[in-house]
């Protein structure tokens, strides 16, 4: 079966949006072999007024095995959930403040997942509520679900359900943006990583890292069988593993080597690219550049493969062409420079890369992958912050 390759002339400079929701797009670059190649996506807009539009979750929330989206609009009240296909929107729960991000994982085993969510989100740590909440069916997930609050911990700002010991059951981890007493723009004191384990919902530490943390990503990084947690903020990225009921903590970069606050890195991504695991990172916090790492025998090579972002917000790895190697999607929520964009690796060692701007007039805080479609090649969904769209540019192949 034929894939979209994705390949673009930086020299041509070519991009292109369907910014309606029926608009078609025909993505056509010059690969640097001469050659002409077509990539095909149909843009569709899902959902607007999205106030705020922070992250965007795909998973199976009614339990059909089909996937529905999951955005969270820290502008709004209410969290929601879009089914699958026609999009019906169906309300989860309201009287919100600043909804911030989500996590989904079937806990009881019913088929219908539960959903850890924080909320009461702001950067400066004496006003963040930092609440927790579960969110749990009331039988029917297509009307209100109830609500838990398990904890409140200033600026709670990312969770994700983790295998944290390797038998299927997920503990939910709450990553704050910065510890109850940091100070901007410094944020200098110590930040807590916990989690908690479900039924006792007790909060648990994992770490602290120093100044703000803002990346998350669950990953098997050691090929153990069970999930790690790797963070990013001020001070790098680190990784946190449960080894023998003990957790085990080592720093993979350093990240931007500017002076604090402009040190470190914002998001972080695992990377396939033809058999061989790189990082790629956001750097610094809200940064510019889009960066990705080599591994060598000496630790991890730094490549600097874009710095003409605006405000890059996420990377996310998936391979969209069906060649058996990820590209890079970035979403950037700048101001004057916005938008998603997609690089694909000129070389295999990922040192050289095109980068391709799918849409140019989103203001875009979060992106995911999966096939939404059921053709077997995997869709984006991205969501605005204050362009306030919710967009799924589905993939239509070559």
């Known amino acids: 079966m034929n894939r979209p390759f994705i390949r673009l002339s930086l020299l041509l400079g070519l991009s292109a949006i369907a910014s309606s929701g029926a608009a078609q797009?025909?993505?056509?670059?010059?690969?640097?072999?001469?050659?002409?190649?077509?990539?095909?996506f149909?843009?569709?807009?899902?959902?607007?007024?999205?106030?705020?539009?922070?992250q965007i979750v795909i998973a199976d929330i009614d339990g059909d095995r089909d996937v529905d989206l999951l955005p969270v609009a820290s502008g709004l009240s209410e969290l929601a959930w879009f089914e699958f296909p026609a999009w019906q929107r169906h309300v989860i729960t309201g009287d919100l403040t600043r909804p911030e991000n989500v996590d989904a994982y079937d806990i009881d085993r019913d088929g219908i997942p539960e959903i850890g969510m924080v909320s009461g989100f702001s950067q400066s740590p004496s006003r963040s509520a930092g609440i927790v909440t579960i969110l749990t069916h009331a039988g029917d997930p297509r009307g209100p679900w109830s609500a838990r609050e398990i904890d409140r911990l200033p600026t709670s700002h990312r969770v994700g359900w983790v295998d944290i010991e390797g038998d299927g059951n997920k503990v939910l981890v709450n990553a704050p943006l910065a510890g109850a007493t940091a100070e901007p723009p410094e944020f200098r004191t110590d930040n807590p990583l916990v989690y908690y384990r479900p039924g006792e919902w007790r909060r648990t530490l994992i770490a602290t890292t120093p100044g703000v943390v803002h990346g998350f990503l669950v990953s098997d990084w050691s090929g153990r069988g069970r999930e790690s947690v790797l963070t990013a903020g001020f001070a790098?990225?680190?990784?946190?593993?449960?080894?023998?009921?003990?957790?085990?903590?080592?720093?993979?970069?350093?990240?931007?080597?500017?002076?604090?606050?402009?040190?470190?890195?914002?998001?972080?991504?695992?990377?396939?690219?033809n058999g061989q695991k790189l990082l790629a990172t956001i750097e610094p916090w809200h940064g510019n550049k889009v960066v990705v790492y080599q591994r060598r025998r000496d630790g991890w090579a730094r490549s600097v493969i874009d710095e003409s972002a605006?405000?890059?917000?996420?990377?996310?790895?998936?391979?969209?062409?069906?060649d058996g190697t990820e590209e890079l999607v970035v979403a950037d929520r700048g101001d004057e420079?916005?938008?998603?964009?997609?690089?694909?690796?000129?070389?295999?060692?990922?040192?050289?890369?095109?980068k391709e701007v799918l849409d140019g007039s989103?203001?875009?805080s979060s992106c995911a992958a999966a096939d939404l479609s059921g053709d077997g090649r995997p869709d984006l969904v991205c969501i605005g912050r204050a362009t306030e769209e919710l967009r799924w540019y589905e993939n239509l192949g070559d």
Do not use: C, K
């Open 25 to 40: 797009t025909d993505v056509e670059a010059a690969a640097s072999n001469g050659h002409r190649h077509a990539a095909h």
């Open 42 to 54: 149909l843009a569709h807009d899902v959902a607007t007024g999205l106030a705020d539009g922070y």
């Open 236 to 273: 790098g990225v680190f990784v946190d593993e449960l080894e023998q009921g003990s957790w085990r903590r080592s720093r993979i970069v350093a990240g931007d080597p500017a002076a604090w606050p402009q040190s470190g890195a914002s998001e972080i991504a695992e990377l396939d690219l």
């Open 310 to 322: 605006g405000l890059g917000h996420a990377v996310v790895p998936v391979d969209l062409d069906g």
């Open 337 to 354: 420079r916005r938008g998603v964009y997609i690089y694909t690796a000129r070389d295999p060692q990922g040192l050289s890369w095109d």
């Open 362 to 364: 989103m203001q875009a």
